[in-house]
């Protein structure tokens, strides 16, 4: 058996390829892929070449860990049932090229566990799990707190600050692109030279600039915490002074747990997150290159899906 997969041969080349799939193991079930998400964080790194050293990174590669297919085949000891509209988190299924993130094919074959039952209703929108299990992770998870400031609405800034107006409180959002302020429903976006305020307690990053850094650490209240959310690709430094005068605490927060995922599943599935307005293109599968190149290069672009359902 085999499967159309998007490969990145090397940085900023793309193509299509038919891979051969693995036989089937008793706990495995076969994914129809119907819909995939392209990150502009990790995904980017990978396109254009500039990911730091990370465990598996070589070309060429499968990407994607945004899948949404259906369950077509399963094993005698699989516990998701054929014909379950599933969430992929990734496979690690083709031999040809490296698998990272793996989900990026019109078919998967992938240990059941990892296949997650999603409402039928959801769709498409399910690519967004990643994200909201990332945001999940960041600010909902136990032992964390509720950003009041945060930095960047993109798709992750925006599940970031619904999870907030979840949780009882109504965060502030920056972002200096006027096109990115709308959407936001409970909280406000503002652009950040018109903020003055300099006691925030907890403050999320998920810009990715690591330059702001500073900025941030002078906004927060004696004890305050700045979250690291995005993905870095340079080395990060702050000035002393400053974070030592406000005890300043900073946080990295890593890839979502299965715990998170979970719990953004239940959330979406009966109504309290929503995953509305957040995906704004879509192109078939076929036309990868140019939905990758728009999905990084389009302002407008907050989340990319790619329909697989006519690729076999």
């Known amino acids: 058996m085999q499967a159309n997969a998007i490969v990145f041969q090397q940085p900023k080349s793309l193509a299509i390829k038919r891979l051969a799939l693995p036989d089937m193991g008793a706990t495995d079930v076969q994914v129809q892929v119907e819909f995939s998400g392209i990150s502009t964080g990790t995904e980017r790194l990978l396109w254009d070449g500039s990911m730091p050293a990370f465990p598996g990174m070589g070309y060429p590669l499968v990407p994607g860990y945004e899948t949404v297919g259906r369950v077509v085949a399963a094993g005698d000891q699989a516990t998701v049932p054929v014909g379950s509209r599933v969430y992929v988190p990734g496979s690690q299924c083709f031999q040809e090229a490296r698998n990272l993130f793996g989900g990026s094919a019109s078919r998967l074959i992938i240990p059941s566990a990892r296949a997650m039952p999603i409402e039928e209703t959801l769709a498409e929108r399910g690519v967004l799990f990643a994200l909201a299990a990332t945001a999940y992770h960041a600010h909902s998870a136990p032992g964390t707190q509720q950003p009041d400031l945060?930095?960047?609405?993109?798709?992750?800034?925006?599940?970031?600050?619904?999870?907030?107006v979840l949780a009882g409180t109504k965060p502030v959002v920056w972002d200096t692109n006027p096109a990115r302020r709308t959407g936001a429903v409970g909280y406000e976006v503002i652009d950040p030279s018109d903020d003055s305020r300099r006691n925030y307690k907890c403050i999320c990053d998920v810009s990715g600039v690591g330059s702001l850094l500073d900025d941030l650490i002078s906004r927060l209240a004696p004890g305050g915490e700045v979250v690291l959310a995005g993905f870095y690709d340079a080395p990060l430094s702050f000035v002393f002074p400053p974070a030592f005068m406000r005890e300043a605490r900073i946080r990295i927060a890593a890839q979502w747990s299965p715990p998170d995922l979970t719990a953004v599943i239940a959330l979406a599935g009966d109504g309290r997150l929503s995953l509305d307005g957040l995906i704004t293109h879509h192109h078939y599968a076929t036309q990868a290159d140019a939905a990758y190149?728009?999905?990084?290069?389009?302002?407008?672009?907050?989340?990319?899906?790619?329909?697989?359902?006519?690729?076999?």
């Not at 945060?150 to 907030?164: E, F, Y």
């Not at 190149?293 to 006519?310: E, I, P, Q, S």
């Open 150 to 164: 945060i930095v960047g609405h993109g798709v992750l800034g925006r599940m970031i600050a619904r999870l907030a």
């Open 293 to 312: 190149r728009t999905a990084f290069g389009d302002a407008d672009c907050l989340k990319m899906v790619l329909d697989w359902k006519h690729t076999v």
